[in-house]
């Protein structure tokens, strides 16, 4: 029979997830497990690998059991999975700890604060390739070390979600580049460990497992996991990618200039360059394709129309109705600003920054706040853009917009005239499914290259263009957002010192 499909798996923070996707790049077959986040204390966050695992195995009986012949069909396995949780195990591959702290897990803030007072950005970001933050594994296995001792001193391998269900998948330990360039420990010239910045941050060189390319296989499926998974035995499963530059590949945007807005609860923006963009304000990943994603998080995105719903309508209002009373409001909502920081910034000196209006008149309204609220997002990415435009030096052709965001088509509009960008948006939303099947793709020779494979498998609804009146209002309008979003600044720690 012929090996058509491709088989993905995505650990996510909210479920697993397995899907059969054709050699057209279509979902024939898609199931999901939830697990829930662990939140011992305030700002910590974990979950516990052996859910994800079980995940994994309920996800992957239900597809097969859904097409026929599949198990003899699936021409390799791949992989994602949410980033930075750090999994640690010994060396005969049991877990030394049951819970890995997650990505938005805070407990490494003090660690942070620490390193950033002792070392200026020039003696660290050549080296890591990124400014430092609560999320990188090597802050979180810096605190593991110091709380948990004794499950450090017994880790012989690090690894993350995704490169832990390949272990229990074939028994191997890897890790590649898209993880490790986000670990805060591999440098980004060499695409390998940095014995610097290990150094630094004091760390044990000898669990980091060896960086592999993501397209390479990393083995067989075992016995054993055959058995709990009704995969075949002996099933090819690449090493994979984490979950944000796979959902890149997936969505398309895998070629330099091009822009990516993935607008979920935060908004992140990525450019896609040849080479890591090294600046205090942005962070890079490797991408699945070699290349870099130069990023910057904007925190609240989604985050801010359903902060609008709670606050103005006590959650009574569904988004679309929310939507509709946005678009009432002439562009530009009458002069009036949001800034949108209502969670504070990830990165710089001004992580405590606050959301605000400007410009109210007692001409405003619901309308105008709700279009202020979507413009003030537009307008928070648009000065983004133009941070890693400046660093880059090179323009930009389209942004690829996906996540929930992208569903609302006047936000679309208003980030397409904001930016001056004209919007893409693929047509299957599940973009790491749609990446891994590409991965697949060229992994097992039906494409040259994972960007042809993305190409033939991406497809987009029509383009949303930048309206030229628009475009013109809001250009006049960016500049003022700008010097409002400097001048702010100078006022949150007095703000804070109110203490109320």
Same mark, same amino acid.
Request: aromatic share 8%.
């Given at each position: 029979?012929?090996?058509?499909?491709?088989?993905?798996?995505?650990?996510?923070?909210?479920?697993?997830?397995?899907?059969?996707? *054709?050699?057209?790049?279509?979902? !024939?077959?898609?199931? @999901?497990?939830?697990?829930?986040?662990?939140?011992?204390? &305030?700002?910590?966050?974990?979950?516990?690998?052996?859910?994800?695992?079980?995940?994994?195995?309920?996800?992957?009986?239900?597809? !097969? *059991?859904?097409?026929?012949?599949?198990?003899?069909?699936? =021409?390799?396995?791949?992989?994602?999975?949410?980033?930075?949780?750090? +999994?640690?195990? *010994?060396?005969?591959?049991? !877990?030394?700890?049951?819970?890995?702290?997650?990505?938005?897990?805070?407990?490494?803030?003090?660690?942070?604060?620490? &390193?950033? %007072?002792?070392?200026?950005?020039?003696?660290? !970001?050549?080296?890591?390739?990124?400014?430092?933050?609560?999320?990188?594994?090597? &802050?979180?296995?810096?605190?593991?070390?110091?709380?948990?001792?004794?499950?450090?001193?017994?880790?012989?391998?690090?690894?993350?979600?995704?490169?832990?269900?390949?272990?229990?998948?074939?028994?191997?330990?890897?890790?590649?580049?898209?993880?490790?360039?986000?670990?805060?420990?591999?440098?980004?010239?060499?695409?390998?460990?940095?014995?610097?910045?290990?150094?630094?941050? #004091? $760390?044990?060189?000898?669990?980091?497992?060896?960086?592999?390319?993501?397209?390479?296989?990393?083995? #067989?499926?075992?016995?054993?996991? =055959?058995?709990?998974?009704?995969?075949?035995?002996?099933?090819?499963?690449?090493?994979?990618?984490?979950?944000?530059?796979?959902? $890149?590949?997936?969505?398309?945007?895998?070629?330099?200039?091009?822009?990516?807005?993935?607008?979920?609860?935060?908004?992140?923006?990525?450019?896609?360059?040849?080479?890591?963009?090294? *600046?205090?304000?942005?962070?890079?990943?490797?991408?699945?394709?070699?290349?870099?994603?130069? &990023?910057?998080?904007?925190?609240?995105?989604?985050?801010?129309? %359903?902060?609008?719903?709670?606050?103005?309508?006590?959650?009574?209002?569904?988004?679309?109705?929310? +939507? @509709?009373? =946005?678009?009432?409001?002439?562009?530009? @909502?009458?002069?009036?600003?949001?800034?949108?920081?209502? +969670?504070?910034?990830?990165?710089?000196?001004?992580?405590?920054?606050? @959301?605000?209006?400007?410009? $109210?008149?007692?001409?405003?309204?619901?309308?105008?706040?709700?279009?202020?609220?979507?413009?003030?997002?537009?307008?928070?990415?648009? %000065?983004?853009?133009?941070?890693?435009?400046?660093?880059?030096?090179?323009?930009?052709?389209?942004?690829?917009?996906?996540?929930?965001?992208?569903?609302?088509?006047?936000?679309?509009?208003?980030?397409?005239?904001?930016?001056?960008?004209?919007?893409?948006?693929?047509?299957?939303?599940?973009?790491?499914?749609?990446?891994?099947?590409?991965?697949?793709?060229?992994?097992?020779?039906?494409?040259?290259?994972?960007?042809?494979?993305?190409?033939?498998?991406?497809?987009?609804?029509?383009?949303?263009?930048? /309206?030229?009146?628009?475009?013109?209002?809001?250009?006049?309008?960016?500049? +003022?957002?700008? %010097?409002?979003?400097?001048?702010?600044?100078?006022?949150?720690?007095?703000? /804070?010192?109110?203490? $109320?």
């Amino acid at each position: 029979m012929t090996r058509d499909l491709a088989l993905s798996i995505d650990v996510g923070t909210g479920s697993a997830r397995a899907a059969l996707v *054709d050699g057209g790049g279509r979902i !024939l077959a898609i199931a @999901a497990k939830e697990h829930e986040q662990i939140v011992p204390q &305030f700002g910590w966050s974990e979950q516990r690998p052996a859910d994800w695992w079980a995940g994994v195995v309920q996800s992957v009986r239900t597809v !097969l *059991d859904e097409v026929e012949g599949a198990r003899s069909r699936i =021409a390799a396995v791949c992989a994602c999975g949410q980033m930075h949780g750090t +999994v640690l195990v *010994d060396d005969s591959g049991a !877990l030394t700890r049951d819970t890995v702290p997650l990505w938005n897990d805070k407990r490494t803030l003090d660690l942070v604060a620490a &390193f950033e %007072r002792d070392h200026a950005p020039d003696s660290y !970001l050549a080296e890591s390739g990124n400014p430092p933050t609560p999320a990188w594994p090597g &802050f979180k296995l810096a605190w593991i070390r110091d709380h948990g001792p004794e499950a450090y001193r017994r880790t012989a391998a690090v690894m993350m979600p995704k490169d832990y269900v390949n272990f229990r998948l074939t028994g191997e330990i890897a890790m590649e580049a898209t993880e490790g360039s986000c670990s805060f420990l591999m440098n980004p010239a060499t695409r390998g460990w940095s014995p610097a910045m290990i150094a630094l941050m #004091g $760390l044990d060189p000898a669990m980091l497992p060896r960086l592999r390319s993501p397209l390479e296989i990393l083995g #067989g499926v075992t016995a054993a996991a =055959a058995a709990e998974t009704g995969l075949l035995e002996g099933t090819p499963v690449l090493v994979g990618g984490a979950d944000y530059p796979m959902a $890149l590949l997936g969505s398309g945007a895998c070629r330099p200039g091009l822009v990516s807005d993935v607008t979920g609860t935060s908004s992140i923006i990525t450019l896609i360059t040849e080479a890591p963009l090294l *600046d205090p304000e942005i962070c890079n990943v490797a991408t699945i394709e070699g290349g870099w994603g130069p &990023f910057v998080l904007l925190e609240s995105g989604g985050d801010a129309m %359903r902060w609008a719903r709670r606050a103005f309508h006590e959650g009574t209002l569904g988004y679309a109705e929310i +939507v @509709a009373r =946005a678009a009432e409001a002439a562009p530009g @909502a009458g002069g009036l600003f949001f800034l949108p920081y209502l +969670v504070g910034e990830r990165l710089g000196g001004h992580r405590n920054a606050r @959301a605000q209006f400007f410009g $109210l008149g007692a001409g405003h309204g619901l309308a105008e706040l709700h279009r202020a609220v979507l413009e003030g997002v537009a307008f928070a990415v648009t %000065r983004h853009i133009r941070v890693m435009e400046a660093a880059s030096g090179r323009p930009l052709d389209r942004l690829i917009a996906s996540g929930g965001g992208a569903k609302t088509e006047l936000w679309l509009r208003i980030k397409a005239s904001a930016t001056g960008l004209p919007i893409l948006v693929p047509e299957e939303a599940e973009c790491g499914v749609v990446g891994c099947a590409a991965m697949v793709a060229a992994a097992t020779g039906r494409f040259g290259t994972v960007q042809e494979a993305a190409g033939a498998y991406v497809r987009y609804g029509a383009e949303i263009a930048p /309206d030229p009146a628009w475009a013109e209002r809001y250009a006049r309008m960016q500049p +003022v957002f700008d %010097r409002l979003y400097h001048h702010s600044q100078a006022l949150y720690d007095e703000l /804070d010192g109110i203490g $109320l």
